[in-house]
């Protein structure tokens, strides 16, 4: 199985910072890469496809890089509707398989 | 407007079973694979289950091979688990989730349902 790993765990950041989550598999997955948002006691929000297609009605404050193994989710000025949990997953085989989840709070 | 409903959680004893269902509406429902994805309390996510838009493929995660099935009605744009001899581990939240494209691979899930909880407990 492929396993996701997210770098930071938690990040604590405040309004108007630039934030970037770092996301590594343990074998290439091309690009085959996507991005969810998840507030508490709500469902995953699709953010971001195919490593760097940004879905639509997503701001366009939120970007996706990289290819292979190493990917990154980039926040340009954080928003206070930001403060939430990102979760990476890939689709690039069986079966999927989603990091643990990086905590972005309130600084 | 694309919806998906979640149904059927609950509180189930060591062993028993359960179905789950999720209605879907505001898309063409047999053109596109589904999954199911599951949350247990304070935890990440995790990829439970997946079926092709025609329900000829299906795929399970280890955790719950030979214990859950997926399968998906067509003519009633609804999606299924079957769950049988649940175990604690497998309380959570369970989320259904549409896949991007027909066939199962290379799919990521562009919407997800609001989830229903599942507790296995005695």
């Known amino acids: 199985d492929i396993q996701m790993t997210q770098s930071p765990s938690t990040l604590s950041a405040s309004v108007g910072d630039r934030v970037t989550i770092t996301c590594r598999a343990t074998?290439?997955?091309?690009?085959?890469l996507a991005w969810y948002q998840q507030k508490p006691g709500k469902a995953p929000k699709l953010l971001i496809y195919?490593?760097?297609s940004l879905e639509s009605g997503v701001p366009s404050r939120f970007s996706g890089s990289g290819s292979g193994a190493e990917f990154t989710l980039t926040i340009s000025s954080l928003q206070p509707d930001d403060f939430a949990t990102y979760y990476c997953?890939?689709?690039?085989?069986?079966?999927?398989?989603f990091g643990q989840g990086t905590k972005v709070e309130i600084k | 407007e694309v919806q998906l409903v979640e149904s059927g959680g609950g509180l189930v004893q060591p062993g028993g079973s359960l179905r789950l269902s999720c209605a879907a509406s505001?898309?063409?429902?047999?053109?596109?694979?589904m999954t199911w994805v599951r949350q247990a309390p304070g935890k990440g996510l995790e990829w439970v289950s997946g079926?092709?838009?025609?329900?000829?493929?299906?795929y399970y995660a280890d955790s719950v091979k030979g214990r859950f099935t997926i399968s998906r009605d067509n003519s009633k744009n609804t999606l299924y688990l079957q769950m049988n001899s649940l175990r604690a581990e497998d309380t959570a939240v369970y989320y259904c989730?549409?896949?991007?494209?027909?066939?199962?691979?290379?799919?990521?899930?562009?919407?997800w349902g609001q989830g229903t909880l599942v507790t296995v407990s005695s």
């Open positions: 989730a549409k896949g991007s494209r027909a066939a199962a691979g290379s799919s990521y899930f562009d919407f």
């Open positions: 505001g898309f063409a429902f047999s053109s596109y694979a």
């Open positions: 079926i092709s838009a025609s329900g000829g493929s299906t």
């Open positions: 074998q290439s997955i091309s690009n085959w």
């Open positions: 195919k490593a760097s």
């Open positions: 997953q890939q689709y690039n085989s069986y079966p999927w398989t």
